[in-house]
């Protein structure tokens, strides 16, 4: 036997499977010119496109923030904007914890559960409805600019019980 069980032998994985698996990757080479810079303008698109929504929603953020007399800088710190967010709702600290894991932890559609519970909290906090935390759950930039950006709309104070200074 040339390996271990804790030392596997790295010659048969180069020579036989790894070789093969990396072959696959040579299809780009093969594409014509107009192809590739038709995928990669596809990709700069989305990527543009995604940036435009980042800013997007932390401006509305920011703006929101500010409404709500919280520092407007937290909206472009990942995690705290969230803290904040949640000190806008009103809901316990173990939420924020509860909530932040699952974010990176759970699967999308048990998140997109869970972010829809606490949006309604936000949007109960600054007077809407279940229509308006159905939009932050499903297009968080636009109705962050609608909350941040709007006049009429005013934070009415947390919605949850608890109030974290």
């Given at each position: 036997?040339?390996?271990?069980?804790?030392?596997?032998?790295?010659?048969?994985?180069?020579n036989n499977g790894?070789?093969?698996?990396?072959?696959?990757?040579?299809?780009?080479?093969?594409?014509?010119?107009?192809?590739?810079?038709?995928?990669?303008?596809?990709?700069?698109?989305?990527?543009?496109?995604?940036?435009?929504?980042?800013?997007?929603q932390i401006i509305?953020?920011?703006?929101?923030?500010?409404?709500?007399?919280?520092?407007?800088?937290?909206?472009i710190v990942p995690?705290?904007?969230?803290?904040?967010?949640?000190?806008?709702?009103?809901?316990?600290?173990?939420?924020?914890?509860?909530?932040?894991?699952?974010?990176?932890?759970?699967?999308?559609?048990?998140?997109?559960?869970?972010?829809?519970?606490?949006?309604?909290?936000?949007?109960?906090?600054?007077?809407?409805?279940?229509?308006?935390?159905?939009?932050?759950?499903?297009?968080?930039?636009?109705?962050?600019?609608?909350?941040?950006?709007?006049?009429?709309?005013?934070?009415?104070?947390?919605?949850?019980?608890?109030?974290?200074?």
């Amino acid at each position: 036997m040339s390996g271990d069980w804790y030392f596997p032998d790295w010659h048969y994985y180069n020579n036989n499977g790894l070789d093969e698996w990396l072959s696959q990757f040579d299809n780009w080479n093969r594409l014509t010119p107009a192809v590739q810079g038709f995928v990669v303008g596809l990709l700069v698109i989305g990527v543009l496109i995604a940036l435009t929504f980042l800013i997007l929603q932390i401006i509305g953020m920011a703006k929101t923030f500010k409404k709500a007399k919280q520092p407007a800088w937290a909206a472009i710190v990942p995690f705290y904007n969230l803290f904040i967010s949640y000190k806008l709702t009103g809901l316990e600290l173990w939420w924020f914890i509860f909530l932040a894991l699952a974010l990176v932890c759970v699967p999308w559609p048990a998140s997109v559960v869970l972010f829809g519970f606490f949006n309604y909290k936000l949007a109960k906090s600054f007077g809407k409805n279940v229509g308006f935390a159905i939009g932050l759950t499903l297009l968080p930039p636009i109705f962050w600019m609608i909350l941040g950006c709007s006049s009429e709309i005013k934070y009415k104070g947390p919605d949850g019980p608890f109030k974290i200074k």
